[in-house]
């Protein structure tokens, strides 16, 4: 039905679209996705015709290249074979016409001649659009948002064109307004080839087959849309997604480091990615298959960050870790649910090398992990449940987070000093001479924290371990660490094994969870899912209880 070929798009000599290659097929339903400014609304317009000349490349539509027609070709496609409903209706829609008279114009233009037919016509267009009969010879301004966005669904299917394009359709509405729009949107495009441009991941989730995300004016990734949705592979894809509101969710929202700027060399979204590496800065990743779906991504997707493979561990005849398997993505968070005693802690020891394995291998970025020397501890740190673990009572502040680079040999005394600082300032502590030279007994619990969270991240790691950081902190304080683990987190794209006995503390801040007993992973996968729908009964009983002690009265 349609099929874009190395299409770009320029402003003033600002390229907005870079190369898009994109096919919708006849009755698929195509979201596409991104921030504003990403272009999506740009490639609406140029497949409308509407640019004057700054689209080049291939717009195929039934085999015809749109950029090819003339003017008054494309007049003759567009509104009747192409329909578009936009945005901004104030633009649209004509303040001294009645709503029916805007309906039946482009009918009586392109198709029905008879006035009389076309009239009747608009008449049944309004009212399946939900659109009262008392309001179709009111003018625009007299209408509410949701009864002109009504006005331009009928508009757009007066001709029963074959493609229709949705340009932020639920822009500006209430919560209602959104849900019956989006309903009476599903009812009309039953059948119809449809393209959604938004921002707004509610509305491609309910609307569309597949998405395509699109950032800085190229498509980074395209999939069915469960597939896109609850497994993103483009780290692109998952902050925009962790960015977004939903009922579904649990996760603390999460922003996306930096702003989108153009003109920039290789990947487009390097300057913000978690898991950037020298050729996203020099080279243009292509859009390829990597298996159920298209990623431009020079790694490939998200990678993993750290891996567990068939790992075990007993103690006596307890075996306290049985064959367990895990991944920790690149800057995503796995928590690691379970009771005390169910082998997380055993497990997180293990990792790192605390305590020696019986079995099973560990992975960073694929590669295996031979042994745990200083470039292992350089790129996994962990912080432990209680900060006497971490901090001797004999070290200041400043010899605690600084010890670290001592080991490792970093740089000057002086530049180590800086770096402590640096990253004190990130944990929202005092870079003071009197701050430096406390003793851990001199700290308050969540100060006592923080510095050892400090003391973790000075070597700036890829991979933190945080075994249950916040269960002996009250509320207050364990909701000001959270929050900054998740700051950090979008900052420095960490990727993180939270551990935890608390599933609703595992709620606010993972991305994906996996639930432990009796040393064995009994269920994994996104939170959302999980949360929504635990599968074992140990998951349900954790669930049930975490909701009973969250009543409130």
């Given at each position: 039905?349609?099929?874009?070929?190395?299409?770009?798009?320029?402003?003033?000599?600002?390229?907005?679209?870079?190369?898009?290659?994109?096919?919708?097929?006849?009755?698929?339903?195509?979201?596409?996705?991104?921030?504003?400014?990403?272009?999506?609304?740009?490639?609406?317009?140029?497949?409308?015709?509407?640019?004057?000349?700054?689209?080049?490349?291939?717009?195929?539509?039934?085999?015809?290249?749109?950029?090819?027609?003339?003017?008054?070709?494309?007049?003759?496609?567009?509104?009747?074979?192409?329909?578009?409903?936009?945005?901004?209706?104030?633009?649209?829609?004509?303040?001294?016409?009645?709503?029916?008279?805007?309906?039946?114009?482009?009918?009586?233009?392109?198709?029905?001649?008879?006035?009389?037919?076309?009239?009747?016509?608009?008449?049944?267009?309004?009212?399946?659009?939900?659109?009262?009969?008392?309001?179709?010879?009111?003018?625009?301004?007299?209408?509410?948002?949701?009864?002109?966005?009504?006005?331009?669904?009928?508009?757009?299917?007066?001709?029963?064109?074959?493609?229709?394009?949705?340009?932020?359709?639920?822009?500006?509405?209430?919560?209602?307004?959104?849900?019956?729009?989006?309903?009476?949107?599903?009812?009309?495009?039953?059948?119809?080839?449809?393209?959604?441009?938004?921002?707004?991941?509610?509305?491609?989730?309910?609307?569309?087959?597949?998405?395509?995300?699109?950032?800085?004016?190229?498509?980074?990734?395209?999939?069915?849309?469960?597939?896109?949705?609850?497994?993103?592979?483009?780290?692109?894809?998952?902050?925009?997604?962790?960015?977004?509101?939903?009922?579904?969710?649990?996760?603390?929202?999460?922003?996306?480091?930096?702003?989108?700027?153009?003109?920039?060399?290789?990947?487009?979204?390097?300057?913000?990615?978690?898991?950037?590496?020298?050729?996203?800065?020099?080279?243009?990743?292509?859009?390829?298959?990597?298996?159920?779906?298209?990623?431009?991504?020079?790694?490939?997707?998200?990678?993993?960050?750290?891996?567990?493979?068939?790992?075990?561990?007993?103690?006596?005849?307890?075996?306290?870790?049985?064959?367990?398997?895990?991944?920790?993505?690149?800057?995503?968070?796995?928590?690691?649910?379970?009771?005390?005693?169910?082998?997380?802690?055993?497990?997180?020891?293990?990792?790192?090398?605390?305590?020696?394995?019986?079995?099973?291998?560990?992975?960073?970025?694929?590669?295996?992990?031979?042994?745990?020397?200083?470039?292992?501890?350089?790129?996994v740190q962990m912080i432990f449940q209680k900060p006497g673990e971490a901090?001797?009572?004999?070290?200041?502040?400043?010899?605690?987070?600084?010890?670290?680079?001592?080991?490792?040999?970093?740089?000057?005394e002086a530049k180590r000093i800086n770096r402590v600082k640096k990253v004190?300032?990130?944990?929202?502590?005092?870079?003071?001479?009197?701050?430096?030279?406390?003793?851990?007994?001199?700290?308050?619990?969540?100060?006592?924290?923080?510095?050892?969270?400090?003391?973790?991240?000075?070597?700036?790691?890829?991979?933190?371990?945080?075994?249950?950081?916040?269960?002996?902190?009250?509320?207050?304080?364990?909701?000001?660490?959270?929050?900054?683990?998740?700051?950090?987190?979008?900052?420095?794209?960490?990727?993180?094994?939270?551990?935890?006995?608390?599933?609703?503390?595992?709620?606010?801040?993972?991305?994906?969870?996996?639930?432990?007993?009796?040393?064995?992973?009994?269920?994994?996968?996104?939170?959302?899912?999980?949360?929504?729908?635990?599968?074992?009964?140990?998951?349900?009983?954790?669930?049930?209880?975490?909701?009973?002690?969250?009543?409130?009265?």
């Open positions: 039905m349609l099929r874009i070929e190395g299409l770009n798009v320029s402003y003033d000599s600002e390229r907005i679209l870079n190369g898009i290659d994109l096919e919708v097929k006849a009755g698929e339903t195509l979201a596409i996705i991104g921030e504003s400014g990403a272009g999506k609304t740009t490639l609406g317009l140029s497949i409308m015709g509407l640019l004057n000349g700054n689209a080049r490349g291939r717009i195929a539509f039934d085999g015809v290249d749109l950029l090819s027609l003339s003017k008054d070709e494309m007049r003759e496609l567009r509104w009747n074979r192409i329909a578009m409903v936009f945005q901004n209706d104030e633009d649209v829609l004509n303040p001294v016409h009645t709503v029916l008279g805007q309906v039946l114009e482009p009918m009586v233009e392109h198709r029905l001649k008879n006035k009389e037919e076309a009239e009747q016509r608009a008449s049944q267009l309004l009212s399946e659009a939900g659109l009262s009969s008392d309001k179709f010879y009111a003018y625009p301004y007299q209408l509410s948002g949701g009864e002109q966005q009504r006005a331009l669904v009928a508009m757009a299917w007066a001709n029963e064109p074959e493609l229709i394009i949705l340009d932020e359709p639920l822009s500006s509405l209430d919560a209602v307004s959104r849900l019956e729009m989006m309903e009476l949107l599903k009812r009309m495009g039953r059948g119809r080839t449809i393209l959604v441009v938004t921002h707004d991941i509610t509305a491609a989730a309910n609307l569309a087959t597949s998405i395509a995300t699109m950032y800085g004016g190229r498509i980074v990734e395209r999939g069915a849309t469960p597939a896109v949705l609850y497994n993103p592979r483009h780290p692109y894809t998952r902050a925009l997604l962790r960015s977004y509101p939903g009922m579904a969710t649990g996760k603390d929202l999460q922003g996306i480091k930096g702003r989108m700027t153009r003109g920039v060399s290789g990947c487009p979204f390097h300057p913000r990615c978690t898991q950037a590496i020298e050729i996203c800065r020099r080279e243009v990743p292509l859009l390829v298959k990597y298996r159920e779906r298209l990623i431009a991504c020079h790694r490939g997707g998200i990678i993993p960050a750290l891996s567990v493979k068939g790992m075990s561990k007993s103690f006596g005849s307890v075996k306290a870790v049985d064959n367990v398997s895990l991944v920790i993505d690149g800057g995503g968070t796995l928590a690691l649910v379970g009771q005390s005693g169910s082998g997380k802690t055993t497990l997180a020891k293990a990792i790192t090398g605390i305590i020696k394995a019986d079995a099973g291998d560990v992975y960073l970025e694929g590669e295996k992990v031979s042994r745990r020397g200083k470039d292992f501890y350089r790129r901090l001797s009572h004999r070290l200041s502040v400043l010899e605690a987070v600084k010890e670290p680079l001592d080991i490792q040999g970093i740089e000057t004190l300032e990130e944990v929202e502590l005092s870079t003071s001479a009197d701050f430096l030279e406390e003793y851990p007994h001199h700290l308050s619990g969540g100060e006592l924290q923080r510095v050892t969270i400090a003391r973790a991240l000075v070597l700036d790691p890829q991979v933190l371990i945080a075994d249950e950081p916040t269960s002996f902190l009250d509320s207050s304080v364990q909701a000001k660490i959270l929050k900054l683990l998740l700051n950090l987190q979008e900052q420095r794209g960490l990727s993180m094994l939270f551990i935890t006995h608390d599933i609703a503390v595992a709620r606010k801040i993972s991305d994906r969870m996996a639930v432990m007993l009796g040393g064995k992973i009994i269920e994994e996968g996104q939170s959302s899912g999980i949360l929504a729908s635990p599968a074992h009964p140990y998951t349900q009983s954790l669930l049930k209880a975490a909701q009973g002690n969250s009543q409130l009265g």
